[in-house]
């Protein structure tokens, strides 16, 4: 068993986020006001997001040679999305995850 408490950077961050949220709260309005029209451009464009309800986006790919090919164009130009395979997610459905 291997257990690891929060660094003392990770958990000012943390308490500053939750107190940011509590004072601002239309940081979070913002914030899924922004996801909600990314996935809107993204279905509107041909992009698979699956059942997507958070801010953290799926554009999944039925080919992974298509994604990888996308991933390498995206890197390129100076865009970074985390891509993920196989065996974090099904073969057949490869993915960029991408917060908004």
Do not use: W
Not at 9 to 34: C, H, W, Y
Not at 45 to 58: E, L, S
């Amino acid at each position: 068993m291997f257990s690891a408490p929060l660094s003392a950077f990770n958990t000012g961050a943390a308490i500053k986020s939750l107190e940011l949220l509590d004072t601002k709260p239309e940081m979070v309005q913002r914030l899924q006001d922004n996801a909600a029209y990314f996935k809107q451009q993204l279905v509107k464009n041909d992009f698979n997001i699956g059942d997507a309800v958070t801010c953290v986006i799926p554009v999944i790919y039925r080919d992974p040679i298509q994604m990888i090919n996308m991933h390498a164009h995206l890197l390129k130009n100076g865009y970074f999305a985390s891509a993920v395979m196989a065996p974090a997610c099904a073969l057949d459905a490869p993915r960029f995850r991408i917060t908004a």
